[in-house]
């Protein structure tokens, strides 16, 4: 039986949970707390230790936008305050100013501030050019910066004049280049090459030019990046000066410029892909990350460093878990601070020289390693299933204390929603590790409904940060399930890689299933109330989930991949997406066609919502569009969501955050209990 209906435009107030209507119970967390929330990013502590200076965000609900300023404390936490409008700050090597970035004209500009009672600020840079981060020279007396320098057309036309006055339709984008277009963008206009401006203000001066990118700008291997060497005569930055026309993006090397001359000397270039290099204090190492060349879709990352003249490359940690984040130093260059993932949490790690490790902090949290001083404090944001995401330090003994809290006014007489770690093993016997979300009120001896919700990536991790969504559909009175399939990073590289050349499949579809069955063999689950959710490789598995079982009432996918044939040629990251199957397609389609939901979507008969940014370039709205118009064509209730000013996912506006969680709250609403005699089984879940 065919059902026609629309989803109208929701109320942005909030609903009460299933079952807790007109029932008195504790104070939860409402939806519309998200409209005054906020989170700490990249804690900058002071050379000597006493101050961090760290990004503050905020929902701004009357621009509807995230606002960013910049905030000081005491190295304790105490003379907490508001500093100054702007992001992506760093102190310079004495610790007199810092540099930030701040909009002028919407475009980021260079700023710095004295740090003594006068608070003077300056604007150092007025370029067109879009710079995207910044680093002190060793002396402070110069500042180096990534900015985007614009292509050359690659075909241009003189039209004849113009008659006076008229209104003439504006000149088309023009490319030949593979990727061609940026998610959060827009059409990619330029390259990013390295330049150096006075820190007093000045003319910036580009160090390094050419058709390729200073930098990676699609990196797997950290964040891509530059570092002074400490005489200050070079900086060392990573990248492939040498690209491949046809977009291959798994190749990038380590290079040295020269700041006077702009002379490159190639230091690591062995086919592999290095990145996000850093310097030591004695300018003898530098320690990079990566992997060496592999055909694979997920290599082994390692820790490696080299000597400043290219000689000598040495591994100090292979076969690493995900990849390490913040290369940073020890004062004395014996060893390298990092942040890393390991199932489910982010700790502080340290490996020397040797070789040898040391994992200097512990618990259930995420810490991101963001800044060290000069004696070793290391500063960063931690979260947990009870921490928003806050700024905090770990000591020289390895203490860690948060210093901040920037929603516990928010949270003050809130219950949260108990999270709780489970481990299972999936059908074929593989150890999985996942989590669970309960309602703030929740009673083992009542019926829940459950909500599976799957990770993108599909390399990345889920863990025990806290999550404002999962938190805000516990308060609904839904039990949340998510878990790390295979495929997920922060296990070994073999887990991560048991998907290569066959994601989504059998391995991650069985894991997903097995850990449904492990919260509902404990009996409080209401199966006719469950339901499934994802967004991009979440929104891939979501669609894979329901072509393979239709023991869920109903489905959202948000931002996915459907046909992989047409997303190679449709997504920002071509190069990446003509790398997901071998061989090519046009040599051999049947990985490309059978791991494409669309090819089973045939077999979905679960009520599934579509909903993608409308200006998505990493999974475009037309891989949503092919799902939406098979179902609708075989009468299976389908609503198709386009969501305005939202690149790749669906909340990075606050108010479409609202919208996200209330329209599949709607969707899954409408379908509150299968039929008597449904299946609920999984039955196809081996298939792929």
Known sequence: MKIAFALCAVSLAAAPAWGQAGNEGPQTLALEDYLDWEEAGSPQISPDGERIVYTRRRVDAMADRWASELWIMDADGGRHRFLTEGSAVRWSPEGDRIAFLRPVDERPQLFTRWMDASGAESQITHTD?????????????????????????????????????????????????????????????????????????????????????????????????????????????????????????????????????????????????????????????????????????????????????????????????????????????????????????TQLAYTGLNGDTRTLTEGGHRFYLASMSDGGEAAGTLSSPVNTGNVALVGRRGRLSTLTDLNGDILDGVTLGRVEEINYTSPDGTPVQGWVVYPPDFDPGESYPLMLHIHGGPHAMYGVNFNFRFQEWASQGYVVVFTNPRGSTGYTPEFANAIDNAYPGRADLEDLLAGVDTVVARGFID?????????????????????????????????????????????????????????????????????????????????????????????????????????????????????????HGTWSVPSNMLRTQLYLREWFERYPGKEDGDSGGSEGASDG
Not at 144 to 160: D, H, K, Q
Not at 170 to 175: A, E, G, L, S
Not at 327 to 335: C, E, K, Y
Not at 576 to 599: A, K, V
């Open 527 to 647: 199966e006719a109330r469950m339901y499934v959710t994802g967004c991009s490789g979440g929104g891939v598995l979501t669609a894979w989930v329901v072509a393979h079982t239709d023991r869920f009432a109903a489905a959202a996918s948000l931002c996915p991949v459907i046909n992989w044939i047409s997303f190679a040629g449709q997504a920002d990251i071509s190069a990446w997406s003509f790398n997901r199957f071998r061989p090519n397609y046009w040599e051999d389609p049947t990985n490309w066609l059978e791991h494409s939901p669309i090819m089973h979507a045939h077999n979905i008969t679960t009520p599934t919502l579509l909903m993608t940014g409308a200006e998505d370039l990493r999974t475009p709205l037309a891989q949503a569009e092919e799902l939406y118009a098979n179902l609708v064509r075989r009468g299976v209730p389908s609503v198709l969501i386009s969501m305005n000013r939202e690149y």
């Open 129 to 345: 050019v879009k710079i995207r981060s910044f680093d002190w020279a060793p002396d402070g007396r110069r500042i180096a910066f990534l900015g985007e320098v614009p292509f050359e057309p690659p075909l241009t036309i003189s039209l004849p004049s113009r008659p006076e006055g008229a209104d003439w339709t504006p000149d088309p984008f023009v490319t030949d280049r593979l990727n061609y277009r940026v998610d959060r963008q827009g059409a990619r206009t330029g390259h990013d090459h390295l330049f150096v401006t006075p820190a007093d203000g000045g003319t910036p001066r580009q160090l390094t030019e050419g058709e390729w990118d200073a930098t990676l700008r699609f990196s797997g291997v950290g964040s891509g990046g530059f570092d002074w060497t400490p005489d200050g005569r070079y900086i060392v930055f990573d990248g492939n000066r040498e690209p491949d026309p046809t977009g291959d993006d798994r190749v990038s090397a380590i290079h040295r410029v020269s700041v006077e001359t702009g002379e490159i000397t190639t230091l690591v270039d062995d086919g592999g892909f290095w990145g996000n290099p850093a310097v030591s204090p004695d300018g003898r190492h530098i320690a990079y990350v990566g992997h060496e060349p592999e055909a694979v879709n997920y290599p082994a990352n390692s820790l490696n460093i080299v000597s400043a003249d290219g000689s000598d490359i040495r591994i100090l940690r292979d076969d690493l878990p995900d990849t390490p984040g913040t290369l940073i130093w020890a004062g004395n260059s014996r060893g390298l601070y990092y942040s890393m993932n390991y199932r489910g949490s």
